[in-house]
Nanobody, 115 residues
């Protein structure tokens, strides 16, 4: 079992920055892949970024060059550094872990970007 808790969301003006954290109850070096998704009101959930156990990363086109995913294995935490935020980044952001073929989700954290 893996329990995930996101934090770091909030209200920010366009052009600002936020750093989201996803703390895992399990040892993240043993987790295959950790991902950040987001879901805006009235829209389907979309993948934002992922990082593998080998530190390979991938990003949605809409956030490339603005968001950075990273992991701190000593703290069992994955981060999403978000810069140059836009109103269209407003959404609930969810952390996901893929571990031994199972999928675990956090409860989400709200990010609101005002114009």
């Amino acid at each position: 079992q893996v329990h995930l808790v996101e934090s770091g969301g909030g209200l920010v003006q366009a052009g600002g920055s936020l750093r989201l954290s996803c703390a895992s109850s399990g040892s993240i070096p043993s987790i295959n892949t950790m991902l950040w998704h987001r879901q805006a009101p009235g829209k389907t959930r979309e993948l934002v970024a992922l990082i593998t156990s080998g530190d390979r990363t991938n990003y949605a086109d809409s956030v490339k060059g603005r968001f950075t995913i990273s992991r701190d294995n000593a703290k069992n935490t994955v981060y999403l550094q978000m810069s140059n935020l836009k109103p269209e980044d407003t959404a609930v952001y969810y952390c996901e872990a893929i571990f031994l073929g199972n999928y675990y989700w956090g409860q989400g954290t709200q990010v609101t970007v005002s114009s």
